[in-house]
């Protein structure tokens, strides 16, 4: 193997001290520009390659702002989690995490997050993550001015038309939708079904549901109803209570968001484990367990973790200028049954 020449090896062959060798790299101060395109000449010749996590640490620290929501527990903390692996694995490199969750009631989270963005940009932040509220009003000003002060901004789990974000991670809900309304399909027993979503305006909600919709249309089942939640559990629960009422008879149960929790309970209270056929979406302890039950037949992974270390990776890799913007990056959604269940747990 041919071995690596290093600073001192570049130091012997120049005859200049290690120090300068490494100050005329890594693009330090007190170093004479002819010594400086000396050293980057046999540094070229000699095929020297720089120590990235060395080199990182020249340039201007970069600091990168998450703002996400936590309404559903099991999902941000897998976001998190992920968004913090990331940030992990690149502390070496002069990358900080400046996370913030937002406190305010929910019709009123909205402005708490404009406001936090125009804060940490007063503040020097080079770039932001952002998990946007379902009234989408304001964001696309407040991105677009970041934009032209050199501040990028990802959105994440969601989109928002129109907005000048670099990129947008998210699982891809059209599949998803898609695979959800053939796995009920195949469950059902009787062809009426039901949706459960979050938010019927977010996004990646309505994505899911029109190709949940458009899945169905392949097959002889009837939508008869659409149970928005608006990702709280109490009122997850009393949509649930009053879909079983109305229509006892109906067949399945597609939930498009990680509220599921709660009307899994009302489906298991009520005596529908395993006569309604129930798709839910990602994984947590609580969801493990109706699935290990037989209250829930599969569950579409989103993967939030991955959705967390992609947002953070791209956007790091886009400020140290190694990447190009613009796009969606989307996660290819993962069917959950109960024989895979502890892949995933």
């Not at 290093?6 to 520009?33: F, H, Q, W």
């Not at 080079?126 to 991105?143: F, L, M, N, P, V």
């Not at 529908?272 to 992974?301: H, K, M, T």
């Not at 989103?302 to 953070?312: R, V």
Request: charge should be neutral; hydrophobic fraction near 40%.
């Amino acid at each position: 193997m041919e071995k690596k020449i290093t600073i001192y090896d570049l130091s012997r062959i120049l005859g200049i001290a290690p120090s300068t060798i490494n100050r005329a790299i890594y693009g330090k101060p007190r170093v004479s520009e002819k010594t400086r395109q000396m050293v980057l000449e046999a540094a070229e010749k000699y095929g020297f390659k720089p120590n990235q996590a060395a080199k990182s640490l020249s340039r201007k620290p970069i600091k990168i702002g998450l703002i996400a929501n936590s309404d559903v527990p099991a999902y941000h903390n897998e976001l998190l989690r992920g968004v913090y692996a990331a940030s992990d694995e690149l502390s070496d490199f002069n990358v900080a995490l400046d996370y913030y969750m937002p406190v305010r009631p929910m019709h009123l989270r909205r402005l708490e997050i404009l406001d936090k963005m125009e804060e940490m940009a007063a503040q020097g932040i080079s770039g932001i993550i952002i998990q946007h509220t379902q009234d989408t009003r304001g964001y696309c000003k407040i991105i677009s001015g970041l934009k032209e002060k050199g501040i990028p901004v990802v959105t994440i789990v969601s989109d928002i038309e129109g907005c000048q974000r670099i990129f947008n991670v998210r699982v891809n809900g059209w599949v998803a939708g898609r695979m959800a309304a053939e796995l009920l399909s195949r469950f059902m027993r009787r062809n009426t079904c039901a949706i459960f979503t979050g938010f019927k305006d977010v996004a990646i909600h309505a994505e899911t549901a029109d190709g949940f919709i458009d899945g169905m249309k392949c097959t002889s089942n009837t939508i008869i109803g659409f149970y928005e939640c608006q990702d709280d559990p109490e009122i997850a629960y009393f949509m649930a209570d009053k879909l079983l009422n109305e229509h006892p008879d109906i067949g399945g149960v597609y939930i498009n968001s990680s509220n599921s929790a709660s009307i899994c309970k009302k489906i298991k209270e009520k005596g529908y484990a395993g006569r309604l056929s129930v798709v839910a979406s990602d994984i947590f302890p609580e969801l493990a367990d109706y699935i290990e039950e037989g209250v829930v037949q599969a569950s579409i992974f989103q993967d939030p973790f991955q959705q967390g270390y992609l947002a953070f990776r791209n956007l790091y890799e886009f400020i140290a200028g190694s990447k190009e913007g613009g796009g969606e990056i989307l996660i290819k959604p993962q069917i959950i049954i109960k024989s895979n269940l502890d892949l995933f747990r």
